[in-house]
């Protein structure tokens, strides 16, 4: 196939774009500007200068032209914070987009698509009674995307929407999502707090085994719920410490009612400062306190993800976190316009 993506320069786009043309299909991209040679991008791709989000509807319907394939691995997450209301910026990005850029991609005759979302998407769908899509505009933002995504999906169009979550995995000159965790757990002294629960996780190259399996194999409209491991956030900590060699610090466990005072007082400093976060933080614990796992049965067996070695995947994650933070390399940070 002929695919044609958004995002391919990014760290989830790149892998994908790896796993494809292993496979023997061809994959062209757009980005603001064209990446230096040394970016972890695959020689076989072919990169074009362009900003999707300003270029006109005649515009992008000739860079649909001629493909098979359309994967969006683009947007924003949950770490954006901006003036309220912040849904606003996350329609912009998220939500927009894909109802524009799926109507010209199947007006133009391709016939699959893949879309990045997020388990967070999964989670309130699963857990209906936490109202995730009321307290959290990002998740909001993510469940309004996968129903306009599959507004496009027939029997002509095959829509996807990959729900992922915490990745881990790291791309040259990318910083990575983990930083803010690795700076936190570093400034401890003597001990390393934790919490209850816990999350799926995956690496970014199950990422790009995920997004090439659902262009060959998803029919019609689906989300997929993509995870292989669960891990328990005390586990995951107890990696990040050894990868830091903090191995001597005791574990000490936080309360949830310490963890939402904590959550309140960073929610008004941000309101005193007139922002808004795509998560309430208050709410966030609500996920955080419980065991957000994922079955690999539900997505990512029918995908084709396979195993992989997530203690290396969170160790390189961790050292990539250490190198930005001791001002070793420079990275690009994520923005939003």
Same mark, same amino acid.
């Given at each position: 196939?002929?695919?044609?993506?958004?995002?391919?320069?990014?760290?989830? *786009?790149?892998?994908?774009?790896?796993?494809?043309?292993?496979?023997?299909?061809? &994959?062209?991209?757009?980005?603001?500007?064209?990446?230096?040679?040394? /970016?972890?991008?695959?020689?076989? #791709?072919?990169?074009?200068?362009?900003?999707?989000? +300003?270029?006109?509807?005649?515009?992008?319907?000739?860079?649909?032209?001629?493909?098979?394939?359309?994967?969006?691995?683009?947007?924003?997450?949950?770490?954006?914070?901006?003036?309220?209301?912040?849904? +606003?910026?996350?329609?912009k990005h998220n939500v927009y987009p894909i109802r524009k850029l799926l109507k010209i991609a199947k007006d133009c005759g391709v016939k699959h698509s893949v879309i990045c979302g997020s388990y967070l998407a999964y989670l309130a769908k699963k857990w209906p009674e936490k109202e995730l899509t009321r307290w959290h505009p990002y998740i909001r933002s993510r469940i309004d995307q996968e129903n306009a995504a599959m507004e496009y999906a027939d029997e002509n169009?095959?829509?996807? &929407?990959?729900?992922?979550?915490?990745?881990?995995?790291?791309?040259? *000159?990318?910083?990575?999502?983990? &930083?803010?965790?690795?700076?936190?757990?570093?400034? #401890?002294?003597? &001990?390393?707090?934790?919490?209850? /629960?816990?999350?799926? @996780? @995956?690496?970014?190259?199950?990422? /790009?085994?995920? #997004?090439? *399996?659902? #262009?060959?194999?998803?029919? *019609?409209?689906?989300?997929?719920? @993509?995870?292989?491991?669960n891990m328990p956030w005390k586990e995951m900590v107890k990696i990040m410490q050894r990868c830091m060699g903090h191995t001597s610090q005791k574990l000490i466990y936080v309360p949830r009612q310490r963890c939402v005072v904590e959550s309140e007082k960073m929610m008004a400093k941000q309101k005193s400062k007139d922002l808004e976060s795509g998560m309430d933080a208050v709410k966030l614990a609500d996920v955080q306190y419980d065991k957000a796992y994922i079955d690999k049965a539900e997505g990512s067996d029918f995908l084709g993800v396979t195993e992989d070695d997530i203690n290396k995947a969170i160790a390189e994650s961790v050292e990539s976190c250490m190198d930005f933070l001791n001002n070793k390399v420079e990275m690009k940070e994520m923005k939003a316009d």
């Open positions: 196939m002929k695919i044609f993506m958004i995002g391919g320069t990014g760290l989830l *786009g790149s892998e994908a774009a790896k796993e494809l043309i292993a496979r023997g299909h061809e &994959v062209t991209t757009i980005a603001r500007a064209i990446p230096p040679s040394d /970016g972890g991008l695959p020689q076989e #791709m072919k990169v074009e200068q362009g900003n999707y989000l +300003e270029m006109t509807e005649e515009e992008l319907r000739k860079k649909f032209q001629g493909y098979d394939g359309f994967i969006f691995a683009a947007g924003i997450d949950e770490r954006v914070i901006s003036t309220p209301p912040v849904y +606003e910026l996350y329609k169009f095959d829509v996807s &929407v990959l729900e992922l979550p915490y990745i881990f995995g790291t791309q040259p *000159g990318r910083k990575p999502v983990w &930083v803010f965790l690795i700076e936190t757990i570093s400034k #401890m002294k003597n &001990v390393t707090l934790y919490i209850d /629960g816990g999350t799926a @996780v @995956v690496t970014v190259r199950q990422v /790009g085994q995920a #997004m090439a *399996g659902a #262009m060959e194999r998803n029919r *019609g409209g689906h989300c997929y719920p @993509v995870g292989y491991y």
